[in-house]
């Protein structure tokens, strides 16, 4: 049974695959760290409260619970690192940087999220290739640009066993959204599943690749569990399900939601999002893990909406 520390474990990743990996691996096996107590749900099951910036405690808790993966999710996402880059940077860096030495100190495997923040104006829009100019806009970009990097290198150099996905835009309703430019999504099915009216953040025909939260869990473990040979990328593998502009999501949950009404009004969060790709090409994930979406819009649509009402009316 592998022994798994989770970082990052309240985000809006960590939270779900804390619960995924312990459905599969048992609550004993997977150690929930975050900044603040872990959510736990009722369930024994280890956790730690701890910043991933403190080596020692990185260390320490992979000595008591005998730790040998690590998914190490936290991170500041790109509107919050835009308000405050010098903290994107540290935590960003320092966490990641920590982790691959224990990791190579320790013989651990490595899960590291990168995104298509590192994508910048000089990288082709439309079906963005996995090798292409990378000038990421944004202190979080940069931080994730910087981490393919360095998971690369200590790949290449130490042989260190570290993973990696650029997520798209993510879509749960598990979590309150926290500080992502793609978030806007996930505002505007809460705003829908209370029939309520939506002022968008970005502009109507902003089209962003986008990705079901069930989905992305399934590709984070497939690739975890793929041989190491079949992996020809060890940056970070592109990954996508569909995009979708913000008025096409409009459409799409007004045929939903009698009556519902979104308005535009970007703000600063419309520089960011007008860096990143349209669509991408995740062909090498498909090649090399056989990766492939199970969500549609339509389908993700129905599942948010039902759920969100499910607590709209609790
Ligand atoms: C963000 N949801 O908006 C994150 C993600 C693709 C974007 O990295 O910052």
Request: proline share 6%; hydrophobic share 40%.
């Amino acid at each position: 049974m592998p022994r798994i520390l989770v970082t990052g474990a309240n985000g809006q990743i960590g939270s779900e695959l804390v619960a995924a990996l312990r459905a599969r691996h048992g609550h004993r096996a997977v150690v929930a760290l975050d900044l603040e107590a872990p959510r736990q749900n009722g369930v024994d099951a280890p956790s730690v409260v701890g910043d991933v910036r403190d080596r020692a405690l990185l260390e320490d808790t992979m000595a008591t619970h005998d730790i040998d993966v690590v998914y190490h999710l936290a991170s500041l996402l790109s509107a919050t690192g835009e308000q405050h880059p010098n903290r994107a940077w540290d935590v960003n860096m320092t966490g990641l940087k920590h982790v691959l030495d224990l990791a190579k100190e320790r013989g651990l495997r490595v899960f590291w999220p990168s995104s298509i923040a590192v994508f910048g104006p000089s990288t082709p829009r439309t079906d963005t290739p996995q090798r292409t100019v990378l000038d990421p806009a944004t202190m979080y970009g940069v931080t994730k640009r910087s981490g393919e990097l360095l998971c690369q290198y200590y790949h290449r150099r130490y042989g260190v066993d570290v993973r990696s996905l650029r997520y798209p835009g993510l879509i749960s309703y598990q979590t309150v959204p926290g500080g992502g430019t793609t978030d806007y999504a996930i505002d505007m099915y809460r705003a829908a599943a209370r029939s309520e009216p939506y002022v968008c953040f970005l502009s109507a025909g902003t089209r962003l690749p986008m990705m079901y939260m069930p989905d992305a869990l399934r590709a984070t473990l497939d690739l975890m569990d793929a041989p190491a040979a079949a992996l020809s990328v060890r940056d970070s593998y592109n990954l996508t399900a569909f995009s979708f502009s913000a008025e096409e999501l409009a459409a799409h949950l007004q045929e939903r939601v009698d009556g519902f009404s979104v308005t535009y009004r970007p703000d600063e969060r419309q520089h960011i999002a007008d860096n990143w790709p349209a669509t991408i090409d995740d062909s090498a994930a498909r090649a090399d893990w056989g990766w492939a979406p199970r969500y549609d819009l339509a389908a993700m649509t129905d599942d948010m909406l039902a759920h969100l009402r499910d607590r709209v009316e609790a």
